[in-house]
Antibody, heavy 116, light 107 residues
Framework: EVQLVESGGGLVQPGGSLRLSCAASGFTVSSHYMYWVRQAPGKGLEWVSVIYGGGTTYYADSVKGRFTVSRDTSKNTLYLQMTTLRVDDTAVYYC??????????WGQGTLVSVSS | AIQMTQSPSSLSASVGDRVTITCRAS??????LGWYQQKPGKAPKLLIYSASTLQSGVPSRFSGSGSGTDFTLTISSLQPEDFATYYCLHDYNYPYSFGQGTKLEIK
């Protein structure tokens, strides 16, 4: 059974850092396109980043230079390293597999709150 | 970056109604567009990809159409479980972007 379980969210001060994890089971992370999507409280969805099977990455302009997506194949886990966090980075962060493909699958999300 | 403009932002309808939601891209995106349904506290669920292909397991009352810059999601006969928020998403190039969302409420 396919599962994606995010963790690592929490409260952090502006300017701080946080690393989110997305543990996958039922498939191999390195064989799929893996995404991060976020949703600020009461707001719409925002695409954040992608990592290809070969390791190529892309980012939204709003996070470029501050966020880094990576994966650990031995742990079958996707990561999002977030630095220089801002108040407007407050959101539920979802990891997802193969957006808009038949194998599309999402985790349940983890909440990141950036506040002093 | 491509901007997606979705309308309406909210919509009141009754069970059995036919509803249409539209999404317009700021430039041509072929048919590289999908539609998601999201219920409160839940992750989005894919309904349609490649503009008109129904995701497996999604009821046939959902349909999508369009190409280029203008796209529509149609629900032919609203059911109680369809009241949710709907988003379009383009995957033509990076960065991907979502529409602002359409909240479908019970009249």
């Amino acid at each position: 059974e396919v599962q994606l379980v995010e963790s690592g969210g929490g409260l952090v001060q502006p300017g701080g850092s946080l690393r989110l994890s997305c543990a996958a089971s039922g498939f191999t992370v390195s064989s799929h396109y893996m995404y991060w999507v976020r949703q600020a409280p009461g707001k719409g969805l925002e695409w954040v980043s992608v990592i290809y099977g070969g390791g190529t990455t892309y980012y939204a302009d709003s996070v470029k230079g501050r966020f880094t997506v990576s994966r650990d194949t031995s742990k079958n886990t996707l990561y999002l390293q977030m630095t220089t966090l801002r108040v407007d980075d407050t959101a539920v962060y979802y990891c997802a597999r193969d957006l808009q493909r038949p194998s599309d699958y999402w985790g349940q999300g983890t909440l990141v709150s950036v506040s002093s | 970056a491509i901007q997606m403009t979705q309308s309406p932002s909210s919509l009141s309808a009754s069970v059995g109604d036919r509803v249409t939601i539209t999404c317009r891209a700021s430039q041509g995106i072929r048919n590289d567009l999908g539609w998601y349904q999201q219920k409160p506290g839940k992750a989005p669920k894919l309904l349609i990809y490649s503009a008109s292909t129904l995701q497996s397991g999604v009821p046939s009352r959902f349909s999508g159409s369009g190409s280029g810059t203008d796209f529509t999601l149609t629900i032919s006969s609203l059911q109680p479980e369809d009241f949710a928020t709907y988003y379009c998403l383009h995957d033509y190039n990076y960065p991907y972007s979502f529409g602002q969302g359409t909240k479908l409420e019970i009249k």
